[in-house]
């Protein structure tokens, strides 16, 4: 009884099969109901995300937040698709008509896509492919397209400055993330998420800090959520890419934002914190389900507290902190634990024991401390730069001899 | 016909549409937008024959990097380069032909190959591709010199991108 989805599976595998219907159509169709009830499970949760978002935010804010449509105002989200449903549906003059409609469907399609290898429990999951980790970045590099996509067919200017500034971000963002990514491959010995759950006898979070951190911070970055949200800058470019959109259009993207955030949190839990690992998980794996959401959940809550707590930041600045600290710390990083791991397991893939973890961590905590160190002394020289003395501008005297000689 | 050849057959009409469509599209937005969509087929294709690596790859690096650097060029341009002039010149038959004629080489010297008509051989689902793939190019009996070249030559363009975009101080 633990696993209710593969006995529905095999029971309409056998009901299909005694149909008539040949073993290879069967497996296509069952495929394809999975992918249908897998998308519509997300899209569901995402539905509940805009009160969730809603809801903490005014609790960040110091408000209630929604309180007057049913139980906690957990009946203003559908109130909020109705809204969206019946607004009209406006297409810009000399905005590019294909373009402008596939762009929203892209940026929700892409979010929906990466649920596709995340495993919920030992038994449940959509694909256990090798390679895993690289297809959650190459499907976050076609949501950027999406965005592009949306602001050049918009015919705005304002539209244009958001998707360039989401393509300085994303191209930078992407390095330290590749690279961090790395981290939890080498501690797993594999590419397939199932596997780096599988190895996590002790979550990669005890093993590897920095690099969860990292990670954390260039996925935030990715989503385009503040602090690093320039790419819809409200008081600089008013919307950004989707300033020409509305109705439900304008809702696959916020749609796709609020689940992209839920799908990276899931993506973070799993590669760090254990993913569905959690007690009786082995035993019960629908219990995985629960322990993943929860984990899930945790991490989009910190999003949140970090997007509703820091200003955003300047764009050279963004882009200094990831070229100039987060790329060379990730490099770092990697080379460390690659050879620690080397040093301590060798070639097989050896269990992860008690003082590989302590050293690790060890090693995480001495590269966090020279890492500080170096900051410091960074900004100790900026600040005598800065409180040096300043190049004080000045007008040169003209010479009215020769200018009186002249005439 | 099996589900994989009708998703080999739709993928391959898709990938060749797009491909004529990114030379006959007068936007060049759209002719880009077009190329994405060919470089996908590819990987699809790649995923149709077990090489899943390759196919995520072929996503990352040429639609996640090199097709968004070409649209980002693109847009900083003026109304996406529309071309209103004929897209014919006066050789085009000339290149027809040279293309039909390499075309009918390539088939025929590939239908002489012994390995044309053997069937792929079943790959068994648990062998690690990557890992071997990650091996053979760190393998001093396999292919470590080239990939010590490429990645020397990926350093040399990287150092010259900062040499170029470096600002100078007067």
């Known amino acids: ?407 | 016909m099996s589900v994989i050849q009708l998703i080999f057959l739709i993928t391959a009409v898709i990938t060749l549409g797009a491909a004529i469509m990114v030379v006959a599209a007068r936007n060049l937005v759209h002719a880009a937008l077009w190329l994405i969509l060919t470089l996908f087929g590819v990987a699809v294709m790649f995923g149709l024959l077990s090489a899943p690596f390759f196919a995520v790859v072929q996503v990352v690096i040429y639609i996640g990097a090199i097709s968004i650097l070409m649209i980002f060029a693109i847009m900083l341009t003026r109304r996406g380069l529309l071309d209103s002039g004929s897209q014919f010149n006066k050789g085009w038959w000339v290149a027809g032909l040279l293309s039909l004629l390499s075309f009918t080489a390539l088939v025929w010297m590939l239908s002489t190959w012994e390995g044309f008509h053997t069937p792929l051989p079943e790959l068994s689902r648990d062998t690690d591709f990557v890992a071997a793939l990650g091996a053979q190019l760190v393998n001093p009996g396999g292919y470590v010199l080239p990939f010590e070249v490429a990645s020397i030559l990926l350093l040399a363009a990287l150092i010259g991108a900062v040499v170029v975009a470096w600002e100078k101080k007067a």
């Open chain 1, 1 to 407: 009884m633990g696993d209710p989805v593969n006995a529905i599976a095999a029971w309409l595998r056998n009901l299909l099969i005694g149909l008539g219907l040949s073993p290879g159509l069967t497996t296509v169709l069952l495929t394809a109901l999975g992918v249908l009830v897998m998308a519509t499970f997300v899209t569901v949760i995402d539905i509940l995300l805009v009160w969730v978002e809603r809801k903490v935010v005014a609790r960040f804010q110091d408000r209630l937040g929604p309180n007057r449509l049913g139980p906690f105002g957990l009946i203003q989200p559908i109130a909020d698709v109705i809204k969206l449903l019946i607004k009209e549906d406006i297409t810009p003059r000399g905005a590019d008509w294909f373009v402008f409609n596939l762009a929203p469907i892209m940026a929700l399609a892409t979010v929906l896509l990466m649920w596709a290898v995340i495993p919920f429990a030992p038994t449940i999951l959509g694909a256990d492919i090798n390679v895993a980790v690289l297809y959650i970045v190459a499907v976050g590099a076609l949501g950027t397209l999406g965005i592009i996509m949306a602001g050049w067919s918009s015919n705005n200017k304002y539209a244009l400055l958001g998707a360039f500034r989401t393509v300085a971000q994303m191209v930078s963002y992407e390095v330290p993330m590749v690279i961090v990514l790395l981290v939890p491959v080498i501690l797993a010995r594999s590419m397939g998420l199932q596997a780096i759950v599988d190895s996590q006898s002790t979550w990669f979070f005890f093993l590897a800090p920095i690099a969860a951190l990292i990670f954390l911070i260039t996925s935030i970055a990715e989503l385009g959520r503040a602090p690093f949200d320039i790419n819809e800058a409200e008081s600089e470019i008013v919307a950004g890419f989707h300033i020409e959109y509305t109705g439900m259009k304008f809702g696959l993207f916020y749609a796709g934002e609020l689940l992209h955030a839920l799908t990276v949190s899931a993506v973070f839990s799993t590669l760090f914190l254990g993913g569905w690992r959690g007690p009786f998980a082995d035993q019960v794996p629908i219990l995985g389900v629960v322990y993943l959401f929860g984990k899930a959940f945790f991490i989009y809550w910190v999003i949140m507290w970090i997007k509703y707590s820091f200003p955003r930041l300047r764009i050279d600045h963004m882009l200094g902190f990831s070229w100039k600290f987060l790329t060379p710390l990730s490099l770092v990083l990697v080379i460390a634990t690659a050879v620690l791991d080397k040093i301590l397991r060798g070639t097989g893939n050896a269990p992860i024991a008690f003082p590989y973890v302590l050293l690790q961590l060890g090693m995480n905590l001495v590269i966090a401390a020279a890492t500080v160190i170096i900051l410091r002394e960074y900004a100790r020289i900026e600040r005598k730069r800065v409180a040096g003395v300043r190049p004080v501008a000045t007008a040169i005297e003209p010479d009215f001899k020769e200018l009186v000689a002249q005439e």
